[in-house]
């Protein structure tokens, strides 16, 4: 999937911007834009997971951290 994004973007920036039909022209860049917003939400997508795995992380560790110091007995 990436790589066909790389291959329509690469269409647009070396043909598409300078095609005389109008047409292929919009089509081009209609198809450029689809898949550069494609690969930009599995990119934040793929930021966004690990963004959210260390927060978890964190409040795991200082859930332990606090369990761990807590001296009260019951």
């Known amino acids: 999937m990436i790589e066909a994004g ?3 973007l690469a269409f647009y920036v070396l ?3 300078t095609m005389k039909w ?3 022209r919009h089509l ?3 198809a450029a834009a689809s898949q550069a917003m494609a690969l930009l939400v ?3 997508a793929f ?3 690990w963004i959210a795995i260390g927060i ?3 409040i795991a560790i200082a859930a332990l951290a606090y369990l761990f110091t807590d ?3 019951a």
């Open 6 to 8: 790389v291959v329509v």
């Open 15 to 17: 043909a598409g911007r």
């Open 22 to 24: 109008d047409v292929g």
């Open 28 to 30: 081009s860049w209609i």
């Open 42 to 44: 599995v990119l934040f």
């Open 47 to 49: 930021i966004f997971e």
């Open 56 to 58: 978890v992380a964190i």
């Open 71 to 73: 001296h009260r007995r």
